[in-house]
T-cell receptor
Framework: AQTVTQSQPEMSVQEAETVTLSCTYD???????LFWYKQPPSRQMILVIR??????QNATENRFSVNFQKAAKSFSLKISDSQLGDAAMYFCASGGGADGLTFGKGTHLIIQP | KAGVTQTPRYLIKTRGQQVTLSCSPI?????VSWYQQTPGQGLQFLFE???????NKGNFPGRFSGRQFSNSRSEMNVSTLELGDSALYLC??????????????FGPGTRLTVL
């Protein structure tokens, strides 16, 4: 079984600033992946970034990067140079087991112009 | 490649009715997973189909069922609708699905309202 916890229901950041969204997880899988998905008001779930658990190097995708701390079971998302289009719900998820993806409750990110 | 498509996008039904939702995966993907999203419970895994077989199922009653066709398109059926079934139903496709580390790509969802 897997559990994912996002402790920040809402975060606010000024445009062009940097924000970090927190996520902790627990899993019994030996081989698993971690994801951050973005869900804008359109409700379409969009993949932001993924991290292979066996890799020590943190994943990066343009302005998005993760801080993966395997021993601490922590997987935070850093968004640099925040833009208005980044406003959305962000979901942390773990996968690789039998039960599809397990999602956290989400963090609502607000971008202040 | 075209993305995951879901039809219809919106549905309104009354209690006791049944409903069928459809999902067409990305070309070449053999796995389709279904999720229910509600404000209270968040995103919950319903089931996964792979090569026309249900491979995994989440903790949902038997009123929720599905199937997958030879072209990998999947349908989800909910019988005897209850008010609590009102939700956004998302499907996601991937090449290998559960037990793999393939990324799941989501469709736009079907918003079901039960009156």
């Amino acid at each position: 079984a897997q559990t994912v916890t996002q402790s920040q229901p809402e975060m606010s950041v000024q445009e062009a600033e940097t924000v970090t969204l927190s996520c902790t997880y627990d899993t019994s899988e030996s081989d698993y992946y971690l994801f951050w998905y973005k869900q804008p008001p359109s409700r379409q779930m969009i993949l932001v970034i993924r991290q292979e658990a066996y890799k020590q190097q943190n994943a990066t995708e343009n302005r998005f990067s993760v801080n993966f701390q395997k021993a601490a079971k922590s997987f935070s998302l850093k968004i640099s140079d925040s833009q208005l289009g980044d406003a959305a719900m962000y979901f942390c998820a773990s996968g690789g087991g039998a039960d599809g993806l397990t999602f956290g409750k989400g963090t609502h990110l607000i971008i202040q112009p | 490649k075209a993305g995951v498509t879901q039809t219809p996008r919106y549905l309104i039904k009354t209690r006791g009715q049944q409903v069928t939702l459809s999902c067409s995966p990305i070309s070449g993907h053999r796995s389709v997973s279904w999720y229910q999203q509600t404000p209270g419970q968040g995103l919950q895994f319903l089931f996964e189909y792979f090569s026309e077989t249900q491979r995994n199922k989440g903790n949902f009653p038997g009123r929720f069922s599905g199937r997958q066709f030879s072209n990998s398109r999947s349908e989800m059926n909910v019988s005897t609708l209850e008010l609590g079934d009102s939700a956004l139903y998302l499907c996601a496709s991937s090449y290998r699905g559960a037990f793999s580390t393939d990324t799941q790509y989501f469709g736009p969802g079907t918003r079901l309202t039960v009156l």
